[in-house]
């Protein structure tokens, strides 16, 4: 429509045969991209893949560095680094844990300027584990995929997470107790290269959590937001939780009043003076 405004219907006409329904966008890595370090987990270099789910975060003015979902010869977590100064795309070796079947839902935050986290889901599918791997901006590589859910705890789901400029990272997830029940929230917090042990922060009796998300202030506080449901049918609301600075969780809080109706998808920003905004 703006192409027919500023130049007749002709141009119009052209601009829309240009990308209609016959055009096709190539997502396989062709001749102009660099393949860095594949070692063929992923496939072979500069062979069409099926991919999705991609992530991007910026690790400089003129850096990023990005993750996607990837099908070959099983779903993987692939990473590759963009420069803008080099209009250079690398493409990066699998990132995920080889060998422990499908990864899906890649996550991705950075502190801006020297690491990197990305974080995913993997596994058979009544044992999917959440897993994360760092990348050094310098080195300009991934460290191994590190385990942040217990292997014994169900089913892993709906990861999210956050990191700040001085590297305090938070992920956050759904993960069932294993017998069918309700699904928990599960958090951990990552400083440097070191996990904490995740740990339950909402373990509802009756209906699941879902979509869970997660902010981290400037001065390391974690805030977690998520979808509770209540033991009325059809109701759920908005559930909060936070951290002291020593990384312990506060007694959940809920946003607004259970009542008719269904309330989820939580999503937050928080500003430099702490100020956490949420809409759902």
């Known amino acids: 429509p703006d192409a027919s405004a500023e130049a007749g219907e002709d141009a119009g006409a052209d601009a829309s045969a240009d990308s209609g329904p016959d055009a096709s966008i190539d997502t396989s890595f062709d001749a102009g991209v660099s393949d860095a370090g594949d070692t063929g987990d992923g496939g072979d270099a500069g062979a069409a893949v099926d991919a999705g789910g991609v992530e991007i975060a910026a690790t400089g003015n003129t850096t990023a560095v990005l993750a996607w979902v990837e099908s070959t010869t099983r779903l993987a977590i692939t990473a590759g680094r963009y420069s803008s100064s080099l209009s250079l795309l690398a493409r990066d070796s699998p990132i995920d844990f080889a060998g422990f079947g499908d990864a899906r839902d890649p996550r991705l935050a950075s502190d801006g300027f020297s690491t990197a986290i990305a974080a995913w889901r993997q596994g058979p599918d009544a044992g999917m584990r959440i897993f994360a ?37 938070f992920v956050v997830w759904a993960q069932s107790n294993g017998d069918g029940g309700a699904k928990s929230l599960w958090a951990t917090r990552g400083a440097g290269m070191v996990w904490d042990d995740a740990g339950i922060l909402d373990a509802p009796t009756w209906e699941s959590v879902e979509s869970p998300t997660v902010v981290v202030s400037s001065f390391g506080q974690g805030i977690a937001l998520w979808s509770r449901g209540a033991p009325a049918p059809a109701m759920s609301a908005i559930w909060s939780a936070l951290t002291n600075i020593g990384a312990e969780w506060s007694g959940i809080v809920s946003l607004e009043t259970p009542g008719p109706g269904r309330s989820e998808r939580p999503r937050a920003v928080i500003g430099a003076d702490g100020i956490v905004d949420a809409v759902w």
């Open 133 to 169: 791997s760092r990348y050094n901006v310098q080195l300009t590589s991934w460290g191994g995929a590190t385990a942040l859910s217990p292997a014994d705890a169900g089913n892993a789901d709906a990861p999210e997470m956050a990191m700040n400029a001085n590297g305090t990272s």
